[in-house]
């Protein structure tokens, strides 16, 4: 995902599963950590930001830490999933995204990696499971154009760049 400063400036986290790195970019430099990536498996990626750094998880274990962070508070600015600059765009599926005002500790990431949340959990401030009800199972989906924050906070995001039919869109 991607965030913008009101200047413009650009904090992001990427995944390369070419290269096998996990990273971000902080406006000033881009940092990664090594990490295969299997593109044929789901991933969990939990990231810890700190302004001076981010701890990386991978599937609930810790996998490195980045020497540089991204400040998180808030811009004003909206947060983009999927494509951090509506050019370097992510190939592959998302199944959730969870933002929360807090650091969660490494048995929280562990054990809610594969859980489903409710949505009223502390902390929670967006989050994002692409589970729409109003979809048409391998149908036309073209007016669904609403991902919704299922924390209650209503950080509602628009849907650009999907297929919106089919099995996976």
């Known amino acids: 995902f991607a965030l913008r400063d009101g200047s413009g400036s650009r904090f992001s986290l990427h995944v390369n599963q070419f290269a096998n790195t996990i990273g971000i970019y902080n406006s000033m430099a881009f940092t990664t950590i090594p990490h295969n990536i299997n593109a044929s498996e789901w991933v969990h990626i ?3 930001l700190y302004p001076d750094s981010t701890r990386v998880f991978v599937n609930g274990s810790y996998s490195g830490t980045l020497n540089q962070g991204i400040n998180a508070s808030l811009t004003g600015k909206p947060m983009t999933i999927g494509s951090a600059n509506n050019i370097e765009w992510f190939n592959g599926t998302i199944d959730e995204v969870r933002v929360w005002n807090k ?3 490494a048995s929280s990431i ?3 990696k594969n859980c489903q949340l409710k949505g009223d959990e502390c902390g929670l401030v967006a989050y994002y499971n692409f589970n729409n009800n109003a979809a048409i199972v391998q149908g036309n989906n073209s ?3 609403t991902l919704t924050d299922a924390s209650g906070n209503n950080h509602n ?5 999907f ?3 089919g099995t996976d869109s």
């Open 143 to 145: 007016s669904q154009t």
């Open 163 to 165: 297929a919106l039919n």
């Open 110 to 112: 562990k054990n809610g």
């Open 103 to 105: 650091i969660l500790g």
């Open 157 to 161: 995001g628009t849907l650009n760049n």
């Open 46 to 48: 939990a990231m810890q």
